[in-house]
DNA sequence: ACCTGAACACCGTTCAAGT
DNA sequence: ACCTGAACACCGTTCAAGT
């Protein structure tokens, strides 16, 4: 009954079904006893595949942030680069709420997030923008999409419906309050990042514009 | 033995015993057990004043905020309100790393974060700001400080050592990391700041003008 | 009204044992 | 190498009982 030929698990499947759990029951409704059961498997078993849940919890992450693109700097475009960067983001967040929070806390896997980073800072170098400053604009970035995707999906509606019912006392279905709750998300988070992009023009005109010059040319 | 004269426990003493263990063992090392230890008493004690471990929580996330600087946008300047707002806020979650992921994923107690938002809000519109416009500027400054927050105290430095080490070659004291870490985060969320500030006045130069005729007139 | 001891239904993880 | 049953040291929470 114990050691199959074929091995009942591998990483792969455990990750799957582990954000499947996540997915529908809540980072809180993950347990490795659950996990296992899904799996058709004791709880014990998973420990042959991971030394903790925690390491699980890192590869989920990778898998969920593996899509994020980054390839919008390639023809020296900064601004394109970071909108196409901040949006797949925001968006690869979006599709998982409740790996958000386990998202942002910890510190994260190195392998695939530090290339990220490398690529983004990359980009901006090469698009014309000083080491330190190309630092600081991927950090603020950073800040934008997670805090957008934390305050938008991580928070129940129900909790913000008051504060829409405020701003928009003429709105008489409560049941639209999600829909409208997820309009206002999106609409401040685009304005957010076109106003950071703006000011970074005003605030830096020559990098900005050395950086469009650049792009010309490529 | 049950029942003294006067109550051992209290809530305030409850929130200011949790917030401490927090601070001192994080968020995970926070259990009704050992909180009750820390007060010289059994855990279900506990639950003859909070009902829940998640309500006691919320009440400490009350206390933390409670000092959140809103009165900025008095003499209808919206720059300066924002900016005071915004550092303060950051602050407040500074001063507290390990109740930041909490703070963020949940939907928070009503009370006080409604009251705030309301005087964000009511600040802008009073400063010229339309108020669709207004919600969707509170809620791009609350994306940038909860990000910047969970970014800059939630993850580990020694995460982040490699990024800077990589960004800094000519860094030889790897104890000064930190330092350095806590500079650069703080410097990113003043970018992010100051440009979206700037993004804003060139993306709605109308509105942005009369917010600041208005506030030359107070 | 406030605190206690005992208990319930859970956790993550370890470990010897099986094949 | 991979899986199991049993066990350890924890959880949050409930509840009858005491004063």
């Given at each position: 009954?114990?050691?199959?030929?074929?091995?009942?698990?591998?990483?792969?499947?455990?990750?799957?079904?582990?954000?499947?759990l996540?997915?529908?029951?809540?980072?809180?409704?993950?347990?490795?006893?659950?996990?296992?059961?899904?799996?058709?498997?004791?709880?014990?078993?998973?420990?042959?595949?991971y030394?903790?849940?925690?390491?699980?919890?890192?590869?989920?992450?990778?898998?969920?942030?593996a899509?994020?693109?980054?390839?919008?700097?390639?023809?020296g475009?900064?601004?394109?680069?970071?909108?196409?960067?901040?949006?797949?983001?925001?968006?690869?967040?979006?599709?998982?709420?409740?790996?958000?929070?386990?998202?942002?806390?910890?510190?994260?896997?190195?392998?695939?997030?530090?290339?990220?980073?490398?690529?983004?800072?990359?980009?901006?170098?090469?698009?014309?923008?000083?080491?330190?400053?190309?630092?600081?604009?991927?950090?603020?970035?950073?800040?934008?999409?997670?805090g957008?995707?934390i305050?938008?999906?991580?928070?129940?509606?129900d909790?913000?419906?008051?504060?829409?019912?405020?701003?928009?006392?003429?709105?008489?279905?409560?049941?639209?309050?999600p829909?409208?709750?997820?309009?206002i998300?999106?609409?401040?988070?685009e304005?957010?990042?076109?106003?950071?992009?703006?000011?970074l023009?005003?605030?830096?005109p020559?990098?900005?514009?050395?950086?469009?010059?650049?792009?010309?040319?490529?």
């Amino acid at each position: 009954m114990a050691r199959p030929r074929t091995p009942l698990l591998s990483r792969t499947r455990i990750q799957e079904a582990a954000l499947a759990l996540v997915d529908r029951d809540g980072l809180q409704g993950l347990s490795m006893r659950k996990l296992a059961q899904e799996l058709g498997v004791q709880a014990p078993s998973l420990y042959s595949h991971y030394r903790t849940k925690e390491e699980l919890l890192n590869d989920v992450v990778d898998r969920i942030t593996a899509d994020i693109d980054v390839s919008g700097f390639k023809n020296g475009d900064w601004r394109h680069g970071l909108t196409v960067w901040a949006r797949s983001y925001r968006d690869a967040l979006a599709a998982h709420p409740n790996m958000v929070a386990f998202i942002a806390s910890g510190p994260g896997r190195r392998e695939e997030a530090l290339r990220r980073a490398d690529a983004i800072h990359g980009g901006l170098v090469s698009a014309g923008w000083p080491a330190r400053l190309a630092t600081m604009i991927g950090a603020s970035t950073r800040y934008l999409v997670v805090g957008a995707a934390i305050n938008s999906f991580a928070r129940g509606f129900d909790a913000d419906a008051r504060v829409y019912q405020d701003r928009y006392p003429n709105l008489s279905q409560a049941h639209r309050l999600p829909e409208l709750a997820a309009e206002i998300d999106n609409d401040s988070f685009e304005l957010a990042l076109r106003a950071f992009i703006a000011g970074l023009e005003t605030l830096y005109p020559r990098q900005a514009t050395r950086a469009e010059a650049e792009s010309r040319h490529a």
